[in-house]
């Protein structure tokens, strides 16, 4: 006879008394946070001292928890989008506003929606008097100045968070809308004249939402796509520029570079128009391979600022090498060219690469060229940050002398620098070629020797 299998019962779950635990657990929650910021205000004695009614208010007006959400229709990834929403609500519990004016205590912008908006709002609107009431008083002073700083503050997270991963490659911007809805209490009955509610008007107030909603819609900006003909072939490109805000909606400003700024000699009215700047995939392929570094933000500033500083520098009759900064440090070039009455940036150039006139110095002064590089791996800023040429003089005053001292200066500060420590690939392994370039290295030429004759002469 076949043995029953023992079948385990499923536990009986009570959702409504479930849903009542965690409500007293999260009020629990808030009453601790507002006793904190009751401290910070003033006293000890303070929270104790607000009427038991009034405290019953502050939760039901309390801020309900920031929503970051996807606009309709945005086609960001899903783990993009959670990325996004942990950024932007990590900062939210960093960053701090200022609790009592010249106190020196502040409370998290993420306390500040929860519990002290609803503080503020009760310092300003009640007519009760109580012992204690004149430390909220001049907590509430600053509620203008407090609420302006925190609608500016989650504005320019919300900023932060869509530039640090925006990714021109993709084709789009992100865009930000912050919405706030406040909901008033307008309730069937009046509070007694001795401060008490009944126990059914307690459940009544509470079992509405009267809190401050508060969202984050995270959008898209598509950017303009164009083919251009180069060379008898055609090719993709984007338009390179940035969004700024005017009445809460994203407006586009693209670059431009004149024929003036580009160096070009044009015998026209118009040499003073702009050309706007696109940029192909495969210059930004190569940024990526050459920094090597994950964030797409970096990337971004460092396009952003060659096209602000617009350090050109003429290379042939239509070829432009547009110069590269970070960090106030020169760490390349762009490649450029007018066709097609615009910009287009073909592709980048570290500073040690062949094509640019650091890297043309640097092949003179060791003999190594293209390939050679590539093999040492210091074509690229993560072999060069994890090399040892720092500790080699002699090597090291090679470099200076080819115009390369500013990239050895930004490795030293990848490697020094906490601040500056997310931009090294953890993943590489330590380059040891220092011994390896000294072997490289060629003696002088014969026309170095022939200078130095018509210098003694």
């Known amino acids: 006879m076949a043995k029953k299998k023992h079948v385990r019962k499923k536990k009986y779950v009570n959702v409504a008394e479930q849903q009542k635990l965690q409500e007293a657990q999260y009020r629990n929650f808030f009453m601790d946070k507002l006793q904190k910021l ?4 003033g006293s000890e004695t303070l929270f104790r001292q607000i009427p038991a009614t009034e405290k019953i208010l502050l939760y039901v007006f309390r801020g309900a928890p920031l929503k970051v959400v996807a606009a309709e229709g945005a086609k960001i990834h899903k783990r993009l989008m959670e990325v996004l929403r942990k950024t932007i609500k990590l900062q939210q519990t960093s960053m701090t506003l200022e609790v009592v004016k010249g106190s020196g205590q502040t409370m998290t912008y993420a306390d500040y929606l929860l519990v002290g ?3 503020e709002h009760h310092a300003c609107d009640t007519e009760l008097t109580y012992t204690g009431k004149e430390q909220l008083d001049k907590y509430a002073e600053l509620r203008d100045e407090r609420e302006d700083a925190y609608e500016k503050g989650i504005l320019n997270i919300c900023g932060y968070a869509c530039w640090i991963f925006d990714d021109i490659g993709k084709k789009y911007l992100h865009t930000y809308k912050l919405d706030t809805t406040a909901l008033y209490f307008e309730s069937s009955f009046k509070i007694p004249q001795d401060n008490t509610l009944s126990r059914r008007n307690v459940e009544k107030v509470l079992s509405q939402d009267f809190r401050l909603h508060q969202k984050i819609t ?6 303009e796509t164009r083919k251009v003909f180069v060379s008898g072939e055609t090719h993709s490109a984007v338009q390179v520029g940035f969004l700024f805000y005017t009445n809460d909606e994203p407006k586009f400003h693209h670059f431009t570079l004149s024929p003036d700024e580009m160096k070009m000699k044009i015998n026209s009215p118009f040499s003073k128009l702009g050309f706007p700047v696109y940029i192909q995939q495969h210059a930004l392929d190569r940024m990526r391979e050459r920094l090597g570094l994950v964030i797409p933000a970096f990337y971004t500033s460092v396009l952003v600022l060659a ?15 547009i110069t590269c900064y970070t960090n106030e440090l020169k760490i390349g070039y762009f490649v450029a ?12 150039l570290l500073l040690t690469n062949s094509g640019t006139p650091e890297g043309d110095r640097l092949s003179q002064l060791t003999g190594l060229q293209a390939e050679d590089r590539k093999y040492l791996s210091i074509d690229n800023l993560q072999g060069l940050a994890n090399s040892d040429i720092a500790q080699n003089g002699d090597i090291c ?7 390369c001292g500013s990239i050895l ?30 072997e490289y290295m060629k003696p002088n030429t014969d026309d170095d020797d022939n200078e130095d004759d018509d210098d003694g002469e």
Request: contains cysteine; positive net charge.
């Open 38 to 41: 009751c401290r910070q205000i």
């Open 117 to 119: 908006m609803s503080l």
């Open 218 to 223: 995270i959008g898209t900006y598509p950017l």
């Open 307 to 321: 096209l602000i500083r617009k350090d050109v520098i003429p290379i042939a009759k239509n070829r432009r090498l």
């Open 337 to 348: 060219e007018v066709v097609d009455s615009v910009v287009l940036i073909r592709t980048f």
């Open 397 to 403: 005053k090679l470099f200076r002398d080819a115009g």
């Open 409 to 438: 200066e930004l490795c030293e500060k990848m490697n020094n620098n906490p601040e500056m420590m997310w931009l090294l690939d953890p993943s590489q392994p330590k380059n040891i070629i220092s011994d390896l370039i000294a």
